[in-house]
């Protein structure tokens, strides 16, 4: 398969994963706001804090099966082997989850004693813990979906069923009186339906009932350093959460929910891509084709840039519009929050899916010295600016340990592999954006604001002021041929303008 090949089966993929992840991501938000307007500030608030008791534990029993058995289901042809990766996978990751449910639900009372405040938080937390096995499972299902280089099923089970099904939930309980309980049973409906319909859509690709040859030991070989890294990156986005818990009040981890949501929505885009990229980069490393692995990951680095660059731009410039829009005018504090926040993912977006391509040459090791690195980073700084300032404090300190992150990882692929997501058309690219969108747009946010109606149509505009300003100043390369052919078969229109400013070679 060609590079140009390659490029276009990637992007065609990112286009419908992103949609997916959209959905997904727009659908946790929503399912946040609707919890926030439901019930107290001081209940958002620990709602958040069981929702990062959740993703840490996650973290911890997938056992990095997220990463490994999409490598080896990608390398391997035959159906025994391929059939042992995914159960090899859903066994260990099974068992693991089943233990740290049961470890939470008999330590309720010594967990919520420290970080919860209401009486009722000791029964929501045990519903939760309940999720944890189901939730391991789905990603169990969905990383071996990924292994095939599927994106329609895994659009299907996580982002639409999965999101969609735990925000109706949600909301019918709610709208019953369930109070917050009803975000437990919400999740625990979905991730039930949820890890039935992964593994009937994975029968399609492979056969779940006959012959195995486990790989559990090759898994875990290759996994092991990805289960602590993904450990510490889940540690990265959920300790700010769990600390501003045990120093400050609910009031304050509301605040922060509210801000940290909305911003972890801006590198949706890079997830997207990441879907098949990281795959793609395993099967090109197979074939020794660092070359192509590099380029692929220099225009999917631009790409992404550009196309996280119009919320970015409207969270950073009016955070106060964004929080009062979507989350209500008694959660105004949190806009420096997400300001300073918005600005940490931008500039992780940035440098591109140098995590998933460090993995696929098989260095995880890296990965992990990059994490632990960026977590004790974040933690040092945590103890000294949480107490003192609060979730600004926190938001701070999220941004330097995600410049911290990135920062290492770009590193190990400069100097270890010859591999940059910077070419020049990418730095002509982030100064354009940086040094002429981004100063006019601050400078007309001290004159107007945005409301429910403006703030679309404020990101669109950006949208295309940005991709002019791309246009006229020489930033595209041969390659972009590709996305604008895609935009024409998809949208059935010509963008002769565009693509005549497009070099041949």
């Excluded at 944890?132 to 639409?160: H, K, S």
């Excluded at 926040?341 to 940035?350: E, H, M």
């Amino acid at each position: 398969m060609s590079a140009d090949e390659d490029l276009s089966r990637l992007l065609s993929s990112a286009v419908l994963v992103f949609v997916g992840m959209l959905f997904g991501s727009f659908s946790k938000l929503l399912e946040r706001v609707v919890i926030a307007n439901w019930v107290t500030v001081d209940a958002y608030g620990e709602v958040s804090v069981a929702l990062a008791i959740v993703n840490i534990s996650v973290a911890l029993t997938l056992l990095g099966f997220n990463q490994g058995i999409p490598r080896y289901v990608s390398r391997f042809d035959d159906e025994r082997d391929l059939r042992g990766v995914w159960l090899s996978g859903l066994l260990a990751g099974g068992v693991m989850a089943t233990i740290a449910a049961l470890l939470l639900y008999f330590n309720l009372g010594f967990v919520t004693d420290r970080l919860f405040e209401s009486a009722g938080s000791k029964r929501l937390l045990a519903v939760f813990a309940v999720c944890i096995p189901l939730i391991v499972g789905l990603r169990v299902g969905v990383g071996a979906i990924r292994g095939f280089e599927n994106t329609v099923y895994r659009t299907y089970a996580r982002d639409l069923l999965y999101n969609g099904l735990r925000l109706a939930v949600m909301v019918a309980l709610l709208a019953a009186g369930w109070g917050v309980i009803a975000a437990g049973y919400a999740y625990l409906a979905a991730a039930a339906v949820s890890f039935v319909a992964v593994h009937v859509l994975l029968n399609r690709l492979l056969p779940l009932s006959g012959d195995f040859q486990l790989h559990t030991r090759k898994l875990v070989v290759f996994s092991t350093p990805l289960v602590v890294s993904t450990i510490i990156s889940i540690l990265l986005m959920e300790t700010d959460t769990l600390m501003l818990g045990y120093f400050r009040s609910p009031e304050s981890v509301a605040l922060y929910g509210a801000a940290f949501p909305l911003a972890r929505g801006i590198p949706v885009v890079m997830g997207a891509f990441g879907y098949l990229y990281f795959p793609l980069a395993s099967r090109l490393d197979t074939e020794d084709e660092h070359e192509e692995i590099d380029a692929v990951y220099k225009l999917t680095t631009k790409w992404g840039f550009l196309a996280m660059f119009p919320l970015f731009l409207t969270f950073f410039a009016f955070p106060g519009d964004v929080i009062r829009i979507v989350f209500g005018s008694e959660y105004s504090g949190a806009k420096t929050a997400l300001s300073i926040l918005a600005t940490g993912f931008f500039a992780r977006g940035a440098f591109g899916r140098n995590g998933d391509t460090i993995s696929a040459l098989g260095h995880p090791r890296y990965v992990f010295v990059a994490n632990v690195t960026a977590y004790v980073v974040n933690f040092g700084l945590n103890l000294v600016l949480i107490p003192r300032f609060g979730f600004v404090g926190a938001a701070v300190t999220s941004a330097i340990a995600s410049v911290v992150l990135n920062g290492v990882l770009y590193g190990v692929l400069r100097l270890r592999f010859g591999i940059s997501p910077f070419s020049r058309w990418t730095i002509r690219t982030y100064a354009v954006l940086l040094g002429g969108v981004l100063p006019g747009v601050l400078a007309l946010s001290r004159h107007v604001s945005l409301t429910l109606a403006t703030l679309p149509l404020f990101a669109v505009g950006v949208g295309l002021v940005s991709v002019a300003a791309l246009v006229v100043t020489g930033c595209l390369q041969p390659e972009d041929r590709i996305p604008i052919r895609l935009v024409e078969s998809k949208l059935g229109i010509e963008t002769s303008i565009i693509a005549r400013y497009v070099p041949e070679s």
